[in-house]
């Protein structure tokens, strides 16, 4: 069971950038996706949640207006869209699946598989 991120990469300040997360090994189309971002010397911190099929989401309210989540279980892929990036959106990002849907920092402690991070780099 393997969940790879991919789509980061150096973008200036006011950018944008399109993250995927492609599921591999099994299905992911009952469990919640989350992406979750940690900067050097910080703590991870959630960032955006989507719960099995679509229709509920939740963002960390620094990314609110500015982040989108989205799936396709067709693909076993999940997206997060990244407009008008700041400096401080710098970070290595990871996506996570789980059963349930608990979206808040401490989500991390449960989610039940984690994928590869891919850095973003938002220069100013």
């Known amino acids: 069971v393997q969940l790879q991120a991919s789509g980061g990469g150096l973008v200036q300040a006011g950018g944008y950038l399109r993250l995927s997360c492609a599921g591999s090994g099994r299905t992911f189309s009952s469990d919640s996706m989350a992406w979750f971002r940690q900067a050097p010397g910080k703590e991870r911190k959630f960032v955006a949640a989507i719960n099995w099929n679509g229709q509920v989401t939740h963002y960390a309210d620094l990314v609110k207006g500015r982040f989108t989540i989205s799936r396709d279980n067709a693909k076993n892929t999940a997206y997060l869209q990244m407009d008008n990036l700041k400096p401080d959106d710098t970070a290595v990002y990871y996506c996570?699946?789980?059963?349930?849907?608990?979206?808040?920092?401490?989500?991390?402690?449960?989610?039940?598989?984690w994928g590869t991070g891919t850095q973003v780099t938002v220069s100013s």
């Open positions: 996570a699946t789980d059963s349930g849907f608990l979206p808040s920092d401490n989500w991390g402690q449960w989610m039940d598989y």
